[in-house]
C-alpha cells in the first residue's frame, strides 16, 4: 500500500539575488525544498540573508534569476496577494489606538472571514495563552510576550497554508521565550490537525537552541567572506513531536547533539581573520 506522495510547499529553484552591483551576490543558484507539513529552521551568521530569503518566499522580494515556486507553481512578486501566508516579524505590527481583541480580527475582517466564527476562536485562543482577560486593553499596556502572543493569535486565526517567523522571539526574555515556543510548538500542531492543507511553518532565528527545539529540520546557511549564501547543511531533527517541549529538550540530550552538529557547520563558514578555512 502507498501512500499520497507529500508535495512540496515551497522550492527555491537555483535562486539568485544581488543588491550591490560592486560586491559579490548574496545567492547564486540557491536551491531548497521545503515539504509540505515540515518545520524548518534558518539559521546563519549575521548579514548571510536569512531575512532576505524568508522575504523572497514571501514573494515581498523578487529573486534576479531563478524560480520560487509554491505548490509546484513558480511565483513573482506579483503574486503576494495569492497565497495563504502569515508573517509574523522581531516587532509586532499591532495597532495603537486597537484593543487586543481587535488587533486579532483585524486579518480575518480584511480577509472577509465569518466574523462570529473568528470571534468565537479568538476569545478560545486567547483563553488558552492566558490573556482572556486583557481582550480589551491596548497594546500599549502589553508586555513584549503577550504582544508576541497578540500577533501569533491574529495570524494563526487566518489559518495560512504557510506560515513565516523572522525571529519572533528575539527581544523577550528567556522565560517569555520558552512560553511562546511551547505555544508555537501546540498551536502549530493544531492547526496541522484541522486545516485541509497541512501548514507549513519557516522560522528565521540566531538562536540555535530554539531552532532545534521547534523545527523538523534545521537548514544552516551562509558562506564564506566575499562569496555567495549557500546551503551549508540541512540537518533532520529526530525529536518525536511528543517530546518537544522546550524546557525538557534542554535539559536532555537530543538539543546538545543537534546544537553542536548545527554550530560545527556554521563555524566552518566562519574562518578567523588571516587564516583559510578547514
Known amino acids: 500500500m502507498t501512500g499520497r ?10 535562486v539568485a539575488k544581488r543588491f550591490d552591483a560592486a560586491a559579490a551576490p548574496l545567492f547564486c543558484d540557491l536551491s531548497l ?17 536569512k531575512s532576505t530569503l524568508l522575504n523572497m518566499i514571501a ?6 534569476a531563478g524560480d520560487v515556486v509554491h505548490h509546484g507553481r513558480p511565483k513573482s512578486t506579483r503574486d503576494v496577494g495569492t497565497l495563504s501566508l502569515a508573517y509574523i516579524f522581531q516587532r509586532d505590527a499591532l495597532l495603537p489606538w486597537a484593543t487586543v481583541l481587535e488587533n ?3 486579518g480575518a475582517r480584511c480577509r472577509h472571514r465569518d466574523v462570529p466564527e473568528a470571534l468565537t476562536r479568538a476569545r478560545a485562543f486567547l483563553t488558552r495563552v492566558g490573556l482572556d482577560g486583557v481582550e480589551g486593553r491596548y497594546p500599549s499596556s502589553l508586555s513584549g510576550g503577550q504582544r508576541q502572543l497578540v500577533a501569533l493569535a491574529q495570524n494563526l486565526l487566518l489559518e495560512p497554508d504557510l506560515l513565516l517567523l523572522d525571529e519572533p522571539f528575539a527581544h523577550l526574555d528567556f522565560p517569555s521565550k520558552l512560553l511562546l515556543e511551547a505555544e508555537l510548538l501546540r498551536t502549530v500542531r493544531l492547526a496541522r490537525a484541522t486545516q485541509a492543507r497541512p501548514m507549513t511553518m519557516i522560522i528565521v532565528t540566531h538562536d540555535i537552541a530554539e531552532a532545534v527545539v521547534v523545527a523538523d529540520r534545521v537548514v544552516a546557511i551562509g558562506g564564506y567572506p566575499d562569496a555567495p549564501t549557500g546551503v551549508i547543511k540541512d ?25 553542536q552538529e548545527t554550530w560545527d557547520a556554521i563555524k566552518s563558514f566562519r574562518p578567523e581573520p588571516g587564516r583559510a578555512p578547514s
Open 59 to 64: 514573494l515581498l522580494e523578487g529573486a534576479d
Open 235 to 259: 540537518i533532520q531533527i529526530d525529536v518525536a513531536e511528543a517530546e518537544r517541549d522546550p524546557v525538557a529538550m534542554r535539559e536532555g540530550t537530543a538539543l546538545p547533539f543537534y546544537f
Open 5 to 14: 506522495p507529500v508535495e512540496n510547499a515551497v522550492e527555491l529553484r537555483g
Open 33 to 49: 525544498s521545503i515539504r509540505s507539513g515540515d518545520s524548518v529552521a534558518i539559521v546563519g551568521p549575521s548579514g548571510c540573508g
Open 104 to 106: 486579532v480580527l483585524i
